[in-house]
Nanobody, 115 residues
Framework: VQLVVESGGGVVQAGGSLRLSCAAS????????MGWYRQAPGKQRELVAT???????NYADSVKGRFTISRDNAKNMVYLQMNSLKPEDTAVYYC?????????WGQGTQVTVSS
């Protein structure tokens, strides 16, 4: 049973937009920070954006002004709106969920931006 599931990836042309969604298990009693990370081929996984339960956000410099993270605490959902996409945004995007017990990861969703 997957406890964290991402969706919304795909192929888009440069300049386009995508919206990623992440559903965390409703069995999670208390979720603190939720976030998005990405890993491009041959590179290390890197932080894209995080959001706390109170709504405080943090973004990688490379996506500031283009990506927006949001969450729905009632539904245990986190979203990533990605605008003005660039070829260098191509990666597998992973959702991470921090609970009081441990951090959980999804299996990732592929985002490919063509030039």
């Amino acid at each position: 049973v997957q406890l964290v599931v991402e969706s919304g990836g795909g192929v888009v042309q440069a300049g386009g937009s995508l919206r990623l969604s992440c559903a965390a298990s409703r069995s999670f009693f208390s979720i603190d920070t939720m976030g998005w990370y990405r890993q491009a081929p041959g590179k290390q996984r890197e932080l894209v954006a995080t959001i706390t339960s109170g709504g405080s956000t943090n973004y990688a410099d490379s996506v500031k002004g283009r990506f927006t993270i949001s969450r729905d605490n009632a539904k245990n959902m986190v979203y990533l709106q990605m605008n003005s996409l660039k070829p260098e945004d191509t990666a597998v995007y992973y959702c991470a969920v921090d609970t009081t017990i441990r951090q959980y990861w999804g299996q990732g969703t592929q985002v490919t931006v063509s030039s």
